[in-house]
């Protein structure tokens, strides 16, 4: 997913990168990897924010609310955003924050899911009140799309992501634990329900799950 992220991006070791999430943030070592650019992480949350310290402390790490980003001036070349935009208390306003920090002609990538790709959501097949609670937070492609437009982005495009991912006993724990933030929502009951259902599944090997999302690119 992250080489869709960049897109057609020529980041390098002289970019800097902004990853605004909330969680496990597995993505952050693999982007630095790839571009061999500064990258950093604004994480919503404190706890997950410890997390990430705990696995890597050489990460460029903070935490803050997305209605305040903790920068001055034009900073970075590229800002994403993976499904964290139904997190945010005021999301149309962390997209005019993410304007303001990102340098001239930078850009801007929000990673989200279609009213279709949440219905088709692989945990949604265990934990059935998570797909309801997406639908009623995620504001969906085209307002997204609208806000980017009304913050003062330009050269907007949208594409489709779709991938199978391999998953594991490491999956399984991050579901079992809890540490996956979307999970809070899903009712006791339920969770060891589809937990259980998930383990007879997960434990005997390995199991593919297909992922699908919306990119949805800008440019300052």
């Known amino acids: 997913m992250l080489e869709k992220v960049l897109g057609l991006s020529l980041l390098g070791p002289e970019s800097r990168i902004l990853q605004v999430s909330r969680g496990k943030g597995e993505y952050l070592n693999v982007m630095k990897e790839l571009t061999g650019a500064a990258v950093f992480g604004l994480d919503l949350s404190f ?18 609310a997305g209605e ?35 340098k001239d002609r930078g850009e801007v990538c929000i990673v989200t899911g279609s009213d279709p790709q949440t219905e088709e959501e692989f945990l949604g097949r265990y934990f059935p009140s998570l797909v309801e609670a997406k639908r009623r937070r995620r504001p969906g492609v085209y307002r ?3 806000a980017l437009k009304r913050s003062g982005f330009r050269n907007l495009e949208s594409e489709t992501w779709e991938g199978e991912i391999l998953s594991g006993l490491n999956f399984l724990h991050s579901v079992e634990s809890r540490t996956r933030p979307e999970l809070a929502v899903v009712p006791e009951k339920e969770f060891k329900d589809g937990l259980e259902k998930l383990k007879s ?20």
């Open 68 to 102: 305040a980003f903790p920068f001055r001036g034009e900073v970075f070349d590229l800002v994403y955003m993976i499904d964290v935009i139904p997190l945010s208390k005021d999301w149309q306003f962390s997209l005019r924050e993410i304007l303001q920090v990102l």
């Open 144 to 146: 997204i799309s609208q």
């Open 201 to 220: 599944e997960v434990e005997p090997g390995s199991l593919f799950r297909v992922s699908r999302y919306t990119l949805i690119r800008g440019r300052k």
């Open 47 to 64: 706890e997950g924010l410890k997390g990430k310290k705990r696995k890597d402390q050489n990460l460029n790490l903070l935490c803050a």
